[in-house]
């Protein structure tokens, strides 16, 4: 039986070209071989730049001790799928962002350490002056999950 667990929106957006029309996809339709987190930019992100995902297996390791780091790449449609087929089923949260400048890491602010790079979390949470919790963002990944998390710029 094929599960299918959404945060976001599930539609995606397609094509690069600002005179084109974005034609909405329907994420229910990809298809994989095991878990996937399918990355979802609303704006116009540079097709090859990496997308992080940072997968979270406890409240007390939330933010802190991620228990696996995975990466994809943005697509044409501003999608980046990244599979999570080495995660046993189970609950976990996932915190994803853009490395726009590809240094390999989530670049902050020096007042506030607010991030400088588009960040999203599983249930589409969007925190606002603090963190979220682990409880908020936490989702359930099975054998053929789809989560989708939406990066907004």
């Avoid at 029309?21 to 339709?29: E, H």
Wanted: hydrophobic residues 40%; negative net charge.
């Amino acid at each position: 039986m094929r599960r299918l667990f959404v945060i976001g929106s599930v539609l995606a957006l397609a094509g690069a070209a600002v005179a084109e029309p974005m034609v909405p996809i329907n994420l229910y339709s990809i298809k994989a071989d095991g878990p996937i987190a399918a990355v979802q930019t609303t704006f116009d992100a540079e097709p090859g730049k990496a997308v992080r995902v940072t997968i979270y297996d406890s409240e007390e390791r939330f933010l802190e001790e991620p228990h696996a780091k995975k990466e994809g790449r943005i697509d044409s449609r501003g999608l980046a799928i990244v599979p999570l087929d080495d995660l046993a089923p189970g609950e976990y949260s996932l915190a994803a962002y853009l490395d726009e400048n590809g240094d390999g890491k989530l670049n902050r602010g020096k007042f506030l350490g607010f991030p400088k790079e588009p960040v999203a979390f599983s249930n589409g949470v969007k925190p606002k002056l603090s963190k979220p919790s682990f409880e908020d963002t936490k989702v359930s990944v099975y054998e053929d999950s789809v989560v989708v998390i939406t990066l907004d710029d």
